[in-house]
């Protein structure tokens, strides 16, 4: 943005009278140099020295000028985003009435047929309404099919938009097919946008979709939307959780048992049976004795 002027300062205004006329014309070329982006060589030492002391002021009006140029692109940006979503929502509800309309005429279409058969005398005027009443139902079908599948096919873009920022794990969608776009089309009927976004985020967060797993298999947008097989299916079971892995709690030892030693199996009635075959029961009483 061409910048249309610029401050001259009192205390400059001030200065500029109290040099002599050649430094007061150089130091005003030196400043008008600047603003204009052009170099200017200062020959005179006393307006070379006050250029100096007054450089920082106009750096800082320069760059305070343009933040300001910023600010005002970004914003006419917003206001151009809003005016094209605002204009979008304007259009959808345009295809709405027009539909409402349609379905009017065709309610007025068949009452119409009905009325034609009473009266006789009327047939021609009748059937010339019936033209009329036709070619508008078309056109206004061909207007809303149109205007529909603009906006339907926006949604599309934003869905594949996402999968591409979200799944990095994952292979990315380089183009919006006729079977990816019909593909999204019939999940939207099922799920919310919302719903598909994060059944995407699910998607990354899993080990097994991104790869780990004994086949070395990643899902792709493809798999997780449906677009050749699985309908519903693959989007259900990734936002019911089917495919997020789970800490394996540690198995607790059963009561009795020894950790980290093998249990004895002696029979200890078993022992004692065999000692009392060897020595006899005088030594099963003498032993019970000491």
């Known amino acids: 943005m061409t910048k249309e002027s610029f401050l001259l300062y009192n205390n400059w205004a001030v200065l500029l009278l109290n040099l002599p006329d ?11 140099a600047f603003e204009v982006g ?25 760059e305070k000028y343009e933040e300001i140029c910023q600010k005002r692109s970004e914003a006419a940006k917003q206001r151009k ?12 509800n345009k295809c709405e009435q ?15 047929d009905t009325d034609t058969d009473t ?20 056109n206004l079908n061909i207007n809303t099919t149109t205007s529909a599948n603009s906006g339907s096919r926006h949604i599309c873009r934003e869905v594949v938009e996402q999968y591409n920022t979200i799944c990095k ?47 070395n298999w990643k899902a792709d947008f493809d798999w997780i939307i449906g677009t050749n097989s699985g309908g519903d299916q693959h989007l259900t079971r990734i936002l019911e959780g089917a495919y997020i892995e789970r800490m394996k709690t540690p198995q607790r030892p059963r009561a009795g ?16 049976a065999g000692r009392m075959a060897r020595h006899g029961p005088e030594e099963k009483i003498n032993t019970c004795e000491s």
């Open 22 to 32: 050649q430094a007061a014309l150089e130091l005003t070329r030196a400043i008008c």
């Open 38 to 62: 052009e170099e200017y060589e200062i020959k005179d030492p006393s307006a070379k020295a006050n250029f100096m002391s007054i450089l920082p002021r106009l750096q800082k009006d320069k």
């Open 81 to 92: 985003k809003k005016a094209e979503q605002e204009q979008m929502q304007a259009n959808v």
């Open 98 to 112: 027009m539909q409402a309309n349609a379905n009017k005429c065709t309610v007025l279409l068949s009452d119409t």
């Open 119 to 138: 009266d006789t005398d009327t047939d021609t005027d009748t059937d010339n309404n019936l033209t009329v009443i036709k070619d508008s139902i078309n």
């Open 169 to 215: 794990s994952l292979p990315k969608v380089q183009k919006l097919s006729y079977s990816r776009e019909r593909a999204i089309k019939a999940r939207l009927k099922t799920f919310t946008k919302e719903d598909i976004v994060h059944a995407f985020s699910l998607a990354e967060s899993s080990k097994f979709l991104c790869g780990s797993n004994d086949k």
């Open 257 to 272: 048992n020894f950790v980290n030693f093998e249990q004895r199996t002696d029979d200890l009635d078993a022992l004692v």
